[in-house]
């Protein structure tokens, strides 16, 4: 069989290399990012303890776990319950420590650190028309 038609064939080695090589990148880096890609608003939020951005991103109902408070939620509940964690719970910093996720799905681990103590923070977001949605959020105390 040849190949002598194709002009990657008759390259040098370098250039194909490359061209290989840059092709893999783009493609691993455009599939990760467009998984697990989610919005800074949400983490600036977490960060900045302001219930208002973040219940932007929360589905009609939230079911919704801090200490004190574990239920499904409206919109407008949980964010008043969350804004109540913040007044008590004063944000200081939000790390991301893992996301992932599927076509339609999304989920991010966070650590939570404020001045009363540290927190993990787990939330799952769900897609609909064409919008990330917080269907889960979860506020656990570290021990």
């Known amino acids: 069989m040849e190949f002598k038609s194709l002009k990657i064939i008759n390259m040098p080695l370098r250039k194909k290399s490359f061209i290989i090589i840059s092709l893999f990148a783009v493609i691993i880096f455009s599939s990760l990012s467009a998984k697990s890609q989610v919005s800074d608003d949400i983490i600036l939020s977490l960060k900045s303890g302001n219930a208002k951005i973040l219940s932007d991103h929360f589905n009609q109902n939230v079911e919704l776990v801090v200490p004190d408070s574990d239920n499904v939620y409206s919109k407008a509940q949980a964010q008043q319950i969350v804004g109540n964690f913040f007044n ?5 910093n939000f790390t991301v420590i893992h996301k992932g996720g599927k076509e339609g799905a999304k989920y991010v681990i966070g650590n939570l650190g404020t001045k009363e103590g540290n927190f993990r923070v787990y ?12 269907h889960q959020l979860r506020i656990e105390k570290q021990e």
């Open 88 to 92: 008590s719970h004063t944000p200081v």
């Open 123 to 134: 939330f799952l977001l769900k897609q609909s028309e064409g919008k990330d949605y917080i």
